[in-house]
């Protein structure tokens, strides 16, 4: 299928050999273009024949140019194809969570291995066919993050709504067997999968790590479970004991994949050792902290960051995060700023993260408080590439309301340093 052009790059070889929006982009290398992948992987050639149609005629162009050199086309859409949507009704899905009158965005799943190659999401392989794994296979997308929950077919099939997610952990095998690095995640749900149930996860996953140790990674993450649950599956926090439990599960099965495989493999996400009082693994134990995206190591990291810097200076500003990370924060930095914790009143005072902090929170909780001369905040508040909180609160709104200045910097110790060395944020 031809993909419209919607743009050129400036100085681009596409533009120098006249391409323009509105033409289609039929072919690469004389194969049809499925999606991102097929054009990408073409890119990276040092030569690359497009054939383009242009006012109805089709032109083949012939080109020399560097490896990995792009090629300047612009598209329509960014996976040139339609984005492949989750047909499971998880239990513990945090979009279905979500109140009504929020913006259509946040109510969209999406269940696509090229946005969990592009942008780090989660599939769970459920809408996935024999040859969507030979694509995958064939490019070496990898890595690719799988949220599993269960290796018990009958389980999983349970706890994600779905007849196809017991058979699609099959894919798994071919994946690791092909060299795919697979970053896998379980979202621990009290008395559902937790236990002896995440015993068999952790043992069966560890078949594929590879032979060599690396790569192949587990985090453990609890449920996150908000206000908004009405009709949905019963479900119950983990408390202190609870969490105390999971990190012992866990410790034990690193101990066993150590001494076999000389890696850690699987992680328990911070938020446990919070919950739990107990302090945080040290750095080296995170290995090459392959699942802090997941939040996992992230706060060990900040720590790093922060303790290694010199000359910080006391800064007449606010830090604003959520109850979970507030009394790490408040040992770390309270001598040098103010450290707020917010209380999660939209989604509910079990989410204690600060990544799910919204505008209005924030305003309900900081205004008309000395804040000092800025506040900060972090940037996962934010949805990705703008300055809006999940409530559709802006950050210019924040701004207003609070009379301060209000920045966004990045979720580790390396921004937090940069201001408190240079009273700026980078």
Known sequence: ??????????????????????????????????????????????????????????????IEKDAYEDLGLVFEEGLMDTMRHCG????????????????????????????SFLHGNYITLTNMTDTDVER????????????????????????????????????????AAGGIVLSLQIVLCKGINDGAQLARSIEELGRYIPDDGG?????????????????LHPLEPFDADDCKQVIEQVNEWQKKF????????????????LKAGLPLPDYD???DFPQIDNGVGMITAF???????????????SLVTGVAAAPFLRELAGEYVQVIEVVNHFYGEHITVAGLLT?????????GRELGERVLISKSCLRDGEDVFLDDVSLDELIQELGVPVIAIEPDGTALVQVLLTGNAA
């Open 359 to 367: 505008g209005r929170d924030i305003v309900e909780q900081l205004k």
């Open 258 to 273: 150590l001494e076999e495989k000389e890696c850690r493999f699987v992680f328990a996400a911070d938020e446990f050792y």
């Open 215 to 231: 790569g192949c990674s587990l985090s453990v993450v609890p449920v996150g479970i908000t206000k908004f649950r009405e009709g």
């Open 285 to 287: 134990e995170y290995e």
């Open 88 to 115: 499971n009704k998880c239990i513990f899905c945090f979009i279905d969570q979500n109140p009504p009158g929020m913006r259509e965005t946040l109510y969209v799943k999406d269940d696509d291995y090229r946005l």
């Open 136 to 175: 995958l296979l064939k490019h070496r997308i990898s890595p690719v993050n799988v949220s599993i929950h269960a290796t018990d077919p009958e389980l999983r099939v349970m706890m994600m709504g779905n007849p196809q997610a017991g058979r699609s952990l099959e894919f798994l095998g071919r994946l």
């Open 303 to 317: 720590s790093d960051e922060f303790e290694d810097a010199e000359g910080l200076m006391k800064q007449n500003v």
């Open 1 to 62: 299928m031809k993909k419209l052009i919607t743009g050129i790059e400036d100085g681009s070889i596409a533009a120098e050999l006249g391409i323009k929006a509105g033409d289609f982009l039929v072919a690469v290398d004389g194969q049809v273009v499925v999606d991102v992948f097929d054009y990408r992987m073409a890119q990276f050639e040092e030569d690359v024949e497009l054939l383009i149609e242009s006012g109805g005629e089709q032109v083949l162009f012939e």
